[in-house]
């Protein structure tokens, strides 16, 4: 059932047997297998079923170091459904390699292995309404000569580079799972509710969270466990507001909780053109189809070996076509002009090009057209990068966040390495050339803020590791110190990947209720 917390009495107390702080895809798909199973849930929205200015003001904040391209405020949303309201709907579990201690990577590594969620990613397709990820099946093309392809590709160069599949369905977890929730009576969804205290027993246990309405009236929750799962940025918010009624572990003489702040993050790295044969493959910006509502893209990613060989961080490589007005000069390029004079455009641009590998004479005949090569990158984990607060207050009086974004030299290092390796790959296997933007050599942190933008993913600020002095939650998702307190979200991520989050998001939030209910 839903409950509008504006019209409850002051001071009320609910009692449950978990408490779930936050409906975005995690929240919902905990409490959501919880009831599954007749356990008692409460779960909390600050805000409503639609959008509002007041709750939404909630989420300001400030920016510090590196910029993201957007700010605290409208990076995610506060309403039943969480974020999933502006979600594109890219579903793709991690890469086995995103789970490992890489030498090359300080902080790496998760206390679990992609094999302990392939499981749960198989729940997550179905919640998330997506074909089974867990390997890539060829017959999800309906193009044979795109199977062909792939086959071909993997078997020539599977070495260097693998083809990953994205599918794609943004799916509003608020609407999905709205009338279901309303005529559960084992769940209880306040709305218009905002968590703002936690309260310990004796035993260091939470016995209470405190949450206010809209209307500054009084909400007292109590349950057996309680699951934070209000975001990247709220969930360490929340804890650090909290810090001096909680345990916890410092590093670099500040708190673990709101450090390894990671986002995604990518830059366009130059401009590709490929041999006929490949290009018809690596139409990355052609999606195919898969049935009436879903649709599938293609990445390129560097293998496991390429990564540990090049000493790069992982990444999704996608190429898309150009406008090539700002290419080519003032021209007006229609399609018309395009057939009848691209090869001389061509040859000028072939002409620009620089590098040790033979290319293809302009004289032959091409069919395909330069595409554009954008390449998105995971974060290294930084200890200095950080969710922190400020002296600025919220609405309730609580003090608002900021998010000090930094990267590490291996970031900057990764920006340049892998553009060369996918250049010089492109043009030794004989599959196209590559010229590189210019940008590309000059890029340092101190300049990256021209070069590189974020993908609105907050990650890793409440981590997962089975050390307390590097982490804060452990491989179940509880918090180290306090037996009844998880949390759920990419703010548990050590590691980030280089694919969207919100699939593995959905995979660890059944795999966290899974825990709870043995707990019963």
Not at 49 to 64: A, I, K, P, R, V
Not at 115 to 137: G, Q, S
Not at 369 to 398: A, C, H, M, T, W
Not at 410 to 421: F, G, P, Q, R, V
Request: include cysteine; glycine fraction near 6%.
């Amino acid at each position: 059932m839903f409950i509008n917390s504006n019209n409850i009495e002051n001071n009320t107390t609910d009692y449950s047997d978990v408490c779930v702080i936050g409906s975005g895809p995690a929240g919902i798909a905990i409490a959501n297998k919880l009831i599954s199973k007749n356990i008692s849930v409460t779960l909390l929205e600050s805000g409503g079923l639609e959008g509002e200015t007041y709750t939404q003001d909630l989420n300001s904040g400030e920016m510090l170091g590196q910029d993201p391209g957007y700010d605290l405020e409208m990076s995610r949303l506060r309403l039943f459904g969480g974020t999933s309201n502006h979600w594109e709907g890219s579903n793709q579990r991690l890469d086995k390699i995103d789970f490992k201690s890489r030498n090359w990577i300080p902080f790496s590594g998760w206390p679990i292995n992609i094999k302990e969620l392939d499981k749960y990613y198989k729940e997550a397709t179905l919640i998330n309404e997506v074909p089974n990820l867990i390997e890539t099946k060829y017959e999800y093309y309906k193009d044979d000569n795109i199977i062909k392809y792939i086959k071909l590709f993997k078997e020539k160069y599977n070495s260097e580079i693998d083809i990953v599949t994205n599918h794609i369905n943004p799916l509003r977890f608020g609407e999905k799972y709205y009338l279901k929730f309303k005529k559960n009576n084992t769940l209880k969804v306040f709305l218009h509710a905002t968590a703002l205290r936690l309260n310990l027993d004796d035993q260091k246990e939470i016995k209470s969270i405190e949450a206010s309405t809209n209307s500054n009236k009084k909400l007292l929750l109590k349950s057996k466990y309680f699951v934070l799962a209000m975001g990247g940025i709220e969930n360490a918010r929340f804890l650090l507001l909290n810090l001096s009624k909680i345990p916890y572990e410092s590093i670099n003489n500040r708190p673990i909780i709101g450090s390894f702040f990671q986002e995604h993050y990518g830059f366009t790295a130059g401009t590709l053109l490929l041999n006929q044969k490949v290009s018809k493959l690596l139409d990355i910006e052609k999606t195919v189809t898969m049935n009436s509502k879903l649709e599938t893209e293609t990445y390129l990613v560097p293998s496991e070996l390429t990564q540990e060989n090049e000493k790069i961080l992982n990444c999704r490589i996608t190429l898309y076509k150009k406008n090539w007005n700002s290419l080519f000069g003032p021209y007006d390029l229609d399609k018309n002009t395009l057939k009848y004079n691209f090869r001389s455009y061509l040859n000028d641009y072939i002409s620009s090009m620089k590098g040790p590998y033979e290319w293809i004479s302009a004289n032959k005949k091409v069919n395909n057209i330069p595409q554009r090569v954008y390449i998105g990158l995971e974060q290294s984990p930084n200890p200095n990068s950080r969710v922190s607060l400020i002296n600025k207050l919220d609405n309730f009086g609580q003090r608002k966040a900021a998010l000090d974004w930094r990267l590490n030299e291996i970031d900057e290092l990764s920006i340049k390495n892998i553009t060369k390796w996918f250049a010089n790959s492109i043009g030794a296997n004989a599959l196209g050339r590559m010229k590189i933007d210019n940008d590309i050599y000059n890029i340092n942190r101190e300049n990256l803020n021209s070069s590189i933008s974020g993908g609105y993913h907050h990650m890793g600020t409440t981590r997962m590791g089975s050390n307390m002095n590097s982490s804060v939650v452990d491989k179940n998702s509880k918090y180290h110190q306090i037996d009844n307190l998880f949390i759920a979200g990419s703010s548990v991520f050590p590691t980030s990947g280089s694919t969207n989050p919100t699939f593995t998001i959905v995979a660890l939030a059944t795999r966290l209720a899974e825990h709870i209910i043995t707990k019963f």
